[in-house]
T-cell receptor, first 114, second 111 residues
Framework: GAGVSQSPSNKVTEKGKDVELRCDPI?????LYWYRQSLGQGLEFLIY????????KSGLPSDRFSAERTGGSVSTLTIQRTQQEDSAVYLC????????????FGPGTRLTVT | RKEVEQDPGPFNVPEGATVAFNCTYS??????FFWYRQDCRKEPKLLMS?????NEDGRFTAQLNRASQYISLLIRDSKLSDSATYLC????????????WGLGTSLAVNP
C-alpha cells in the first residue's frame, strides 16, 4: 500500500518568506509526527497529533512554527518568516496509534533558506 | 547528560565481521526501546524492537540491560548493505510521543 508522502521534496526559499510543508500519512494511521533533521544531526521532535486529541506542540522551536492536521489525515507544517537556521530536512511519520507502534517515515522535505 | 547517548562512530569493519553498538539512556522509567536504521539521505526505518529478554532477527541481536540502562545491537557476518546509521530510540513514557532519539552510530562495512 501507499506509504507516507511529503511535498515538496525540496524547497528553496528566501529568508523572511513563509513556507508550507505537507504530509500525507498512511491511511488509517491515527498518530502523526513532525521531526526535523539538520545535516549530520539527530532527529528533533517538533509536534505530535493523535486522533482528535490536542496536539503535543512541545517540540516546536519558536512561535514561527505551527502545524495543523485536517480531518485526522493530511498535515501541514507552516514556518513563518523563515530564517537560515530553519534549513533542514523536515520528516513526517505516522503510526497506527499510541503505544509502541512502528513509525513510518516519509521521504522528507529538504528546506533551504537563503 | 543526554537522555539517549550513542557513540557516533564511524565504525569501519570488513565484510563478515561482527560489530556491536551500545546506547545508554538516562531515564530509569523508560519503557520500550527500538533500533532504527537510516541510510544516507533517506528516512529512518525500524530495524527491530528491543525486548527485555533480548531478541534476535537473523544476523541482528538486540539486548536490554535495565540495571545499567543501556541497549545493544549486535550485527554478525556484516554485509556491505549494512552500511548505515543506526539510531537508538527510547520511549520514556506511556505514549508514543515521548520517543527520544539518539544521534546515531555510523557503520561502514568495507569489502
Amino acid at each position: 500500500g501507499a506509504g507516507v508522502s511529503q511535498s515538496p521534496s525540496n524547497k528553496v526559499t528566501e529568508k523572511g518568506k513563509d513556507v508550507e510543508l505537507r504530509c500525507d500519512p498512511i491511511s488509517g494511521h491515527t498518530a502523526l509526527y513532525w521531526y526535523r533533521q539538520s545535516l549530520g544531526q539527530g532527529l528533533e521532535f517538533l509536534i505530535y497529533f493523535q486522533g482528535n486529541s490536542a496536539p503535543d506542540k512541545s517540540g516546536l522551536p519558536s512561535d514561527r512554527f505551527s502545524a495543523e492536521r485536517t480531518g485526522g489525515s493530511v498535515s501541514t507544517l507552516t514556518i513563518q518568516r523563515t530564517q537560515q537556521e530553519d534549513s533542514a530536512v523536515y520528516l513526517c511519520a505516522s503510526s497506527p496509534g499510541q503505544g509502541d507502534y512502528e513509525q513510518y517515515f516519509g521521504p522528507g522535505t529538504r528546506l533551504t533558506v537563503t | 547528560r543526554k537522555e539517549v547517548e550513542q557513540d557516533p562512530g564511524p565504525f569501519n569493519v570488513p565484510e563478515g565481521a561482527t560489530v556491536a553498538f551500545n546506547c545508554t539512556y538516562s531515564n530509569s522509567a523508560s519503557q520500550s526501546f527500538f533500533w532504527y536504521r537510516q541510510d544516507c539521505r533517506k528516512e529512518p526505518k525500524l530495524l527491530m524492537s528491543v525486548y527485555s529478554s533480548g531478541n534476535e532477527d537473523g544476523r541482528f541481536t538486540a539486548q536490554l540491560n535495565r540495571a545499567s540502562q543501556y541497549i545493544s545491537l549486535l550485527i554478525r557476518d556484516s554485509k556491505l548493505s549494512d552500511s548505515a546509521t543506526y539510531l537508538c530510540v527510547v520511549n520514556i513514557g506511556g505514549n508514543n510521543r515521548k520517543l527520544i532519539w539518539g544521534l546515531g552510530t555510523s557503520l561502514a562495512v568495507n569489502p
